[in-house]
């Protein structure tokens, strides 16, 4: 993964303002670390879908003040704050056009896959959110695994 260089705890703390959220702590500590990053081709980057037995293929970890926008959490959780759910950020992409979001607090917190485009059959109006993983952590092993 290329990382997006280092970010400032304010900037991690403005992010928190901005959109009402408290980050867990292991994905503060991926930030301070790596600030998100691009996947390359090389590595798979594959995370499984359990509830619809479907791979997706991350491209992006987003991070913050990146100097590009499309690589930002700020600029992505912005334009689709209106149709998120309370706590959540937008923290990545897939080739598959989806994104990858965090709740930060509450009994659905965890890592979740939005099919926001439908690439998958399973996905309609009624349902195209899919968990991934409990935090941060837990899916930020699964890439690991998958790409050793």
């Known amino acids: 993964m290329e990382s997006f260089g280092k970010v400032q705890e304010e900037s991690i703390q403005k992010i928190e303002n901005l959109f009402h959220v408290v980050l867990p702590e292991d994905y503060t500590k991926f930030l301070?670390?790596?600030n998100g990053g691009v996947i390359f081709n090389t590595e798979p980057g594959e995370v499984y879908l359990k509830d619809i037995a479907q791979f997706i293929n991350i491209d992006v970890l987003y991070g913050?003040?990146?100097g590009k926008s499309e690589c930002d959490i700020e600029y992505w959780?912005?334009?689709y704050f209106d149709e998120l759910l309370e706590n959540t950020i937008i923290i990545g992409d897939s080739l598959q056009h989806g994104f990858i979001?965090?709740?930060c607090a509450g009994e659905n917190a965890g890592v979740y896959y939005y099919d926001d485009s439908y690439y998958f059959e399973e996905s309609?109006?009624?349902g195209n959110v899919y968990w991934i993983a409990e935090n941060f952590e837990e899916f930020w092993k699964m890439?690991?695994?998958y790409r050793n």
Do not use: G, P, R, Y
């Open 143 to 145: 890439l690991k695994n």
């Open 32 to 34: 301070l670390d790596f």
């Open 77 to 79: 959780t912005d334009k």
């Open 101 to 103: 979001v965090m709740i």
């Open 124 to 126: 309609n109006d009624e």
């Open 64 to 66: 913050i003040d990146t």
